[in-house]
């Protein structure tokens, strides 16, 4: 099993930043794949970024976020992290880590994000 917990969300004004992080724990393979979903109200989850273990820890960011968001990883901290900058009202939502691993996906409880216009 894996937990993920996540930490860093809050309120800020719009142009803000502010820093997610997510730390898994537990049966943590060598390769997998961490990143950053988000859901508004009456909206669908959304891959925000993600990032691979790999040695080249490849990236991919969803082009609303391009140029915005930076995702990286702690390796030997089995952490992941989202700095957000420049922030839109139209960021706001909840934020869930993700890892994915084998067959399996593993998702945190989630954290709020709220961009004041």
């Known amino acids: 099993q894996v937990q993920l917990a996540e930490s860093g969300g809050g309120l800020v004004q719009a142009g803000g930043s502010l820093r997610l992080s997510c730390a898994a724990s537990?049966?943590?393979?060598?390769?997998?794949?961490m990143g950053w979903y988000r859901q508004a109200p009456g909206t669908r989850r959304e891959l925000v970024a993600s990032i691979t273990s790999g040695s080249d820890m490849r990236t991919n960011y969803a082009d609303s976020v391009k140029g915005r968001f930076t995702i990286s990883r702690d390796i030997r901290k089995n952490t992941v992290y989202l700095q957000m900058n420049s922030l839109k009202p139209e960021d706001t939502a909840v934020y869930y880590c993700h890892l994915a691993q084998g067959l399996n996906d593993y998702w945190g409880q989630g954290t709020q994000v709220t961009v004041a216009s």
């Open positions: 537990g049966s943590i393979f060598s390769f997998n794949v």
